[in-house]
C-alpha cells in the first residue's frame, strides 16, 4: 500500500480555514486517497475520499493534485469541535479475499483555538 | 441506522481470563474489521472478514480469536493474553468488500478500551 506523510501538528484559528496536507507520492492509479479524523478517544470518523478529482462535501473538501502524489484536505471554516487527529490514507483492495485496507499514518493533530 | 455498536466500552481483565469483545452493525454491510489502537498510536488491522469469512489476518497472536457469526455480528475471543495487549480495539464495517463499484468508506465503532492485569 501506498505511504503517506502528513505534518505531526499543526493549529488553527477557529473560524479560519484549515488546510491539511498530505503527501503520497507512491499512490498507483487505481487507489483512492481517504480521510479520517479521531476525535480524542472516540473512533474514526469518515470525512472524505477521492481518486482523481476534487471532491466537496457538507463536511469539507479535498483536492488532489493533477500527478496525484499529493493532496490537501480544507475545513473551510474550522471549529472547536474539529480538534482531533486527521489521517491521510491510501486505500488498498484485498484483492483475493475482499475488504478493504486501509492503512493509518501518524496523522496530524489539529488544535483549533479561539 | 448508520451505526456500529461495541461491547463492552471497558474490559479489565487477568492473564488467564477468557474475554470476548463484540461489535454488530445493522446496515446490510458484508465487510468487518477489527483494529487495535495503542495509546498516541494510529489504528493498526487485525482481521478482517469479507461475506462471514476471513479475508485478512495481519500475523495476530494466536491469543486472539476472530469470529463472524453472521452478517451483522463480529466476536474477538480473548485468551491468555500479556500487559501489552492492552489498548483500545475498534471494529468497522463497509458495505462491499471488493470496492469494485466505486469506493465504500469503512464506519468505526466507538471501541473497547482493554486493560490486563
Known amino acids: 500500500d501506498a505511504k503517506t506523510t502528513q505534518p505531526p501538528s499543526m493549529d488553527c484559528a477557529e473560524g479560519r480555514a484549515a488546510n491539511l496536507p498530505c503527501n503520497h507520492s507512491?499512490?498507483?492509479?487505481?487507489?483512492?486517497v481517504y480521510w479520517y479524523r479521531q476525535i480524542h478517544s472516540q473512533g474514526p470518523q469518515y470525512i472524505i475520499h477521492?481518486?482523481?478529482n476534487n471532491e466537496t462535501n457538507e463536511m469539507a473538501s479535498l483536492i488532489i493534485t493533477e500527478d496525484r502524489k499529493s493532496s490537501t484536505l480544507i475545513l473551510p471554516h474550522a471549529t472547536l469541535r474539529d480538534t482531533a487527529v486527521y489521517y491521510c490514507?491510501?486505500?488498498?483492495?484485498?484483492?483475493?479475499?475482499?475488504?478493504?485496507?486501509?492503512?493509518f499514518g501518524t496523522g496530524t493533530q489539529l488544535k483549533v483555538e479561539l | 441506522d448508520t451505526e456500529v455498536t461495541q461491547t463492552p466500552k471497558h474490559l479489565v481483565m487477568g492473564m488467564t481470563n477468557k474475554k470476548s469483545l463484540k461489535c454488530e452493525q445493522h446496515?446490510?454491510?458484508?465487510?468487518m474489521y477489527w483494529y487495535k489502537q495503542k495509546a498516541k498510536k494510529p489504528p493498526e488491522l487485525m482481521f478482517v472478514?469479507?461475506?462471514?469469512?476471513?479475508?485478512i489476518n495481519e500475523s495476530v497472536p494466536s491469543r486472539f480469536s476472530p469470529e463472524c457469526p453472521n452478517s451483522s455480528l463480529l466476536n474477538l475471543h480473548l485468551h491468555a493474553l500479556q500487559p501489552e495487549d492492552s489498548a483500545l480495539y475498534l471494529c468497522?464495517?463497509?458495505?462491499?468488500?471488493?470496492?469494485?463499484?466505486?469506493?465504500?468508506?469503512?464506519?468505526f465503532g466507538p471501541g473497547t478500551r482493554l486493560t490486563v492485569l
Open positions: 507512491t499512490i498507483s492509479g487505481n487507489e483512492y
Open positions: 468497522a464495517s463497509s458495505q462491499d468488500p471488493y470496492g469494485t463499484s466505486g469506493s465504500y468508506e469503512q464506519f
Open positions: 472478514y469479507s461475506y462471514e469469512k476471513l479475508s
Open positions: 477521492g481518486l482523481k
Open positions: 490514507i491510501v486505500r488498498g483492495l484485498i484483492l483475493t479475499g475482499g475488504g478493504n485496507k486501509l492503512t
Open positions: 446496515m446490510g454491510h458484508r465487510a
